[in-house]
């Protein structure tokens, strides 16, 4: 099984436990080494999003991404935005 395979499954359980729970969350990217999502770290994407952008056929193997969940709100904002802005801060000292 690759990573990529790997990373889909890990991502359907996860999602299927916040759903059992009934919490809110998207998927926080982190990509700062990867040099196919690069642009995407620090965006938040719901799961259909996140699933759709990690099963695509044009990923290699080789996309080191990370995908970590974020509690939101029922509009859709995570609880703790600090965080996020932390994340994305970290792309503007970081030069790929």
């Known amino acids: 099984m690759s990573i990529k395979e790997m990373r889909l499954e890990k991502l359907e359980r996860?999602?299927?436990?916040?759903?059992q729970l009934s919490i809110l969350v998207k998927?926080?990217?982190l990509s700062l080494c990867c040099k196919y999502h690069y642009a995407?770290?620090?965006n938040l994407f719901d799961?259909?999003?996140i699933r759709m952008i990690y099963a695509a056929e044009s990923v290699p193997d080789d996309c080191n991404c990370g995908i970590t969940q974020v509690v939101?709100?029922?509009l859709g904002l995570p609880l703790y935005p600090k965080n996020i802005e932390?994340?994305?801060?970290?792309?503007?000292r970081f030069q790929q």
């Open 14 to 19: 996860e999602e299927h436990q916040v759903r």
């Open 27 to 29: 998927y926080l990217c």
């Open 40 to 42: 995407s770290n620090g």
């Open 47 to 49: 799961f259909n999003e």
């Open 72 to 74: 939101v709100n029922e």
């Open 86 to 92: 932390k994340v994305r801060a970290q792309k503007s």
